[in-house]
């Protein structure tokens, strides 16, 4: 299933959870709105994750493919 996240508030709680539950090399395909683009690389990488796949939607509507790629230590 593909969550859909309208704002970088959204995309930042998933994928803090999902960091939890990966292992490196994982995949994540979520859904956002064309106005979190432009943020999106810079809250994938604080949670260890790099873009790797996008498609165009309908509306304003963007798939994004995500893979685990490093654990952080904090």
């Given amino acids: 299933m593909v969550d859909i996240l309208v704002n970088?508030?959204?995309?930042?709680?998933?994928?803090?959870?999902?960091?939890d539950k990966c292992k490196i090399g994982d995949l994540v395909?979520?859904?956002?709105?064309?106005?979190?683009?432009?943020?999106l690389p810079h809250i994938a990488?604080?949670?260890g994750f790099?873009?790797?796949?996008?498609?165009?939607?309908?509306?304003e509507m963007i798939k994004i493919k995500l893979e685990f790629r490093h654990q952080l230590f904090s």
Avoid at 9 to 14: A, G, R, S, T
Avoid at 50 to 59: A, K, Q, R
């Fill in 8 to 19: 970088e508030k959204d995309v930042e709680v998933f994928l803090s959870k999902q960091r």
């Fill in 29 to 39: 395909e979520i859904v956002i709105l064309e106005r979190v683009l432009e943020e």
């Fill in 45 to 47: 990488s604080k949670y």
């Fill in 50 to 59: 790099s873009i790797i796949d996008g498609e165009n939607l309908e509306g």
